[in-house]
């Protein structure tokens, strides 16, 4: 099957004659909307006659995932024999696209079909942006041969911890379409929301997407990122404000992690050989996860952690017990062939950017302490981006009742409130204890950021070894950490994080040492844009990100655009400033303006709220409005 997708503003068609003696009988001849619509011209194929349930699932999801990307509710189906000459028989081309239509519909979307077997007249007005126009197939051979293999989760109980070390069993409770968390003892979820609505993912196993989550649409109006209709579902386009955003989180994790965490900065390959015998045993066990490369007679595949090169490094490493703990950091592009209905914006991707912290410790002892100063690591990156998070810890019932007053401690030390507690009857996995930090989004989806893991096994699979007190070798126990989480999803999180807060009536911003600019100078006429490229010399010899809205426009105009970029503050600049040595300021944190301030009183201000943290600068071609380009029309 081929699929023709077309967003339209309005579509008409109008019927003319039969085109062959199997047309539909109709009862409209005709259709016409003004609204946004997507279009789907299809061709039916052959092949789609082996498995006609499959096709129509396939189709389904490709037309699903497209109109979850577009933000779009209205489809129409329009049969098109043009785009193929492999056609099917015109009784399957009508069971299939009648079956489609229903199976979107009981979706939720708005689906007009056009009638199959006749000539028609139409008028589609494109939109006109990069996902507006794409030709998708559809080959139930191919997905055969490249099914999905299921990771199977293994048994597990959930439980709420609380600082004053109660364990409290929750299941869920379905009642009708609802469904609602049961303990059995008394729990007030309503003053832990969203530990309310983490559990409730976590045990519902549910990741089909309901809603569009809104930073899709904020990712494109602040010109951070967008969906690369040229590559592989999941891997983005970053525009030149995104990343810069990026190039700050990278800074700003790899300060914290190297300089003042201690960890050894390394960069390993991309890729690395199947043939390997540790390698083909380990990524064996995730046959979902990896993206296939052919070079020669080899068959490589594209990293999806920095694991396998860090641990090949760690191996080839003279290692004493002196160096313990050993922590080596790596900032590394990552990619994992995620299923598509899973794939969503920022939030999941196929290809993504980690920063990974693996440590060696001699003993279970250390190891602990190791694990400790990392969740600390993780909590105070959180806290710099300003993130409510929920913590979830994962083990066996053993590894629990053995350490159960020590996690009790760290949670009433450095969380504060309850953690998600899941227990397996043994250990089914390398690591014998994880936990991460999740932020719940606007549309009650669950993503992981901070995370760490004691992993038991990998020292021994990949012979690495240290050298102990009485010379013996030895393997060490690793622990495996991502201590801010994937980049693109930090940004996904802030996104979403201010469209919570608008909901709740608060100020949408970023957090002000992470706002791409941090102020913007606003000439109220040309004369006064000799005085303000000044003022922006000093701005930025402070550290602080600045631009200039030099563009032939109006004040309130101008006053306007930086309220929609969310720039922290605003200041203007005319005759009485200038006179006065003076500005006037406009901050968005807590919507006053205010005149006649003294520059430096106002420098002063920002540095100290900025707090001396990592200074990425503008590019100079962002810095003048009137020679920025425009990537995204909204």
């Known amino acids: 099957m081929k699929l023709l997708s077309i967003h339209s503003n309005g579509f008409s068609y109008e019927v ?20 946004r619509v997507l279009v789907i011209f299809i061709s039916v ?20 995932e497209l109109a979850e990307e577009l933000g779009e509710s209205n489809i129409v189906i329009y049969p098109y024999a043009h785009l193929s000459s492999q056609l099917s028989s015109p009784a399957a081309a009508k069971q299939i696209l009648k079956r489609l239509s229903e199976l979107l519909s009981e979706k939720g979307y708005n689906v007009i079909r056009s009638p199959f077997g006749w000539y028609k007249a139409f008028n589609v007005n494109c939109i006109g942006h990069p996902r507006a126009e794409t030709l998708r197939v559809v080959d139930i051979t ?24 109660q364990l409290i069993k929750v299941e869920i ?32 196993k549910e990741r089909e997407e309901k809603g569009k989550p809104p930073h899709i649409d904020l990712m494109r ?25 990026r190039h700050i989180v990278e800074e700003h994790v790899y300060n914290k992690v190297v300089n003042e965490f201690g960890a050894l900065p390394l960069d390993t390959p991309l890729m690395y050989d199947l043939e390997n015998p540790v390698l083909r045993e380990q990524v064996s066990r995730f046959p979902a996860r ?33 160096n313990l703990p050993l922590r080596i950091y790596e900032l590394a592009p990552s990619f994992r062939r995620e299923k598509r209905g899973e794939v969503v914006a920022l939030r999941r991707l196929r290809a993504f950017t980690m920063p990974d912290l693996h440590a060696c410790a001699a003993d279970i002892t250390s190891v602990l302490q190791e694990f400790e100063e990392q969740y600390f690591l993780a909590a105070s990156l959180m806290a710099d981006f300003n993130f409510e998070y929920e913590a979830a810890f994962r083990m066996s019932q053993e590894f629990f009742e053995e350490h159960r007053d020590w996690l009790v401690t760290l949670i009433a030390k450095a969380l504060k409130k309850p953690a998600l507690i899941e227990l397996f009857p043994a250990r089914y996995f390398y690591w014998i204890l994880k936990f991460e930090f999740n932020f719940v989004d606007f549309v009650k989806k669950v993503a992981a950021l901070s995370t760490v893991q004691i992993d038991v096994e990998s020292a021994k699979r990949y012979d690495i070894t240290y050298i102990n007190e009485k010379g013996e070798k030895v393997f060490p126990i690793i622990t495996h950490s991502s201590p801010s989480g ?4 930090i940004v996904y999180a802030l996104l979403e994080g201010a469209a919570i807060d608008q909901k709740k009536g608060k100020t949408p911003m970023f957090p002000l040492w992470l706002s791409p600019t941090q102020v913007r100078v606003i000439p109220i006429t040309d004369r006064h844009v000799s005085y303000c490229e000044t003022l922006m010399q000093k701005v930025e010899s402070a550290k602080i990100r600045v631009d200039l809205d030099d563009r032939d426009e109006t004040l309130s105009k101008k006053i306007r655009q930086a309220e929609r970029e969310w720039i922290p503050y605003i200041i203007v600049i005319g005759d009485k400033e200038i006179e006065n040595n ?3 300021v406009r901050t968005r944190a807590d919507g006053e303006s205010r005149n006649n301030i003294r520059f430096d009183d106002l420098i002063k201000e920002i540095t100290s709220l900025i707090k001396e943290r990592v200074f990425v600068p503008l590019s100079p071609s962002l810095k003048r409005l009137s020679r920025r380009p425009t990537f995204v029309s909204m």
Do not use: C
Request: glycine share 4%; net charge negative; hydrophobic share 30%.
């Open 173 to 204: 409770k379905d009642e009708g379409e609802s469904r609602k968390l049961r303990t059995e003892i008394p729990f007030n979820f309503r003053e832990h929301e969203n530990l309310r609505d983490f559990l409730l993912y976590e045990l519902a």
């Open 290 to 322: 990896q993206y296939r490369v052919h070079s020669g007679d080899k068959e490589l595949f594209l990293r999806y952690a920095s694991d396998f090169g860090q641990f090949f490094l760690l191996a080839d490493t003279n290692l004493s017990y002196k």
């Open 221 to 245: 109006r602040h010109e951070f990122a967008d969906y690369e209709p040229g590559a592989d579902p999941g891997n983005m386009r970053w525009y030149a404000k995104g990343t810069t955003l």
């Open 486 to 489: 994937a980049v693109e999803r």
């Open 142 to 165: 191919q997905k055969e041969k490249e099914e999905i293999i299921v990771e199977e989760h293994p048994p597990s109980d959930f439980y709420v911890l609380t600082p004053d070390n």
């Open 582 to 584: 003076t500005v006037s």
């Open 45 to 64: 194929e052959k092949s789609d006659e082996e498995n006609t349930e499959m096709a129509i699932e396939q189709a389904s999801e490709k037309i699903r």
């Open 16 to 35: 003319k004659q039969k085109a062959t003696k199997d047309a539909e009988e109709i009862e409209y001849g005709q259709y016409e909307t003004s609204e």
